[in-house]
């Protein structure tokens, strides 16, 4: 099985241990909410739309809901996250882009889930997914972090490091440490949730925090 594969089975497992109407770290949204937007995301091209062109997003937002609603129950609850489980139709974008669209998706939405409610103890991860989060996020970083007022330093827990931003203006580096995963979660603006560590200056530290808020 390949790296999406198995974090689409992960997540199913984590939507099934939570209550529809659990909270996520995705703002406005509980469980069968992610539920919803993971089964959108691959079915339906409004709301693939909405996840690039700001001008659909409403449409995609509200394609969402509507969704959502049907599975209040744990009956439909639980018939919408045998939907999740399964893979995306040949026809969509989303049946092509495997690991490179849906890797980090998929680990992202679990830990959502999984640390809706308050801390949870870190996620046990294979090494080769660890270095397989690491890549993408290296590659992605500069688009995550282009609004980001300082530079940004990522070091992994065990020393590996990646220039994510070089600095601008008056202002200077900030290091953000932690284990991959967390690092993951934190350039993705879970940074709340997730255990990393910033150093640098002060003010630089107070800036970045202020963009992407940290524990």
């Not at 700001?54 to 937002?61: K, L, V, W, Y």
Request: net charge negative.
């Amino acid at each position: 099985m390949t790296w999406h594969q198995i974090l689409r089975e992960r997540l199913a497992d984590v939507l099934l241990e939570a209550a529809p109407d659990a909270p996520t770290l995705c703002e406005g949204w509980e469980a069968r909410h992610v539920a919803a937007h993971v089964v959108l995301r691959e079915s339906s091209l409004v709301v693939g739309a909405g996840l690039v062109v700001p001008g659909m997003s409403g449409r995609a937002d509200r394609a969402i809901d509507t969704l959502a609603d049907t599975a209040r129950t744990e009956g439909a609850y639980r018939d919408l996250v045998a939907r999740v489980a399964d893979q995306p139709a040949r026809w969509h974008p989303m049946s092509w882009a495997g690991e490179a669209a849906n890797v980090v998706e998929l680990f992202v939405h679990a830990e959502d889930v999984r640390r809706g409610a308050g801390p949870v103890p870190a996620p046990d991860i294979d090494p080769e997914l660890v270095e397989v989060l690491w890549g993408q996020t290296v590659r992605a970083s500069g688009l995550q972090l282009r609004k980001a007022p300082v530079g940004v330093v990522l070091v992994r827990d065990d020393g590996i490091r990646h220039l994510a931003r070089k600095p601008r203006g008056v202002h200077g580096t900030v290091v953000v440490r932690g284990a991959v995963p967390e690092i993951v979660l934190w350039a993705l603006g879970r940074g709340a949730a997730a255990d990393v560590r910033l150093e640098g200056d002060a003010v630089d530290v107070a800036l970045l925090s202020a963009r992407l808020p940290v524990v």
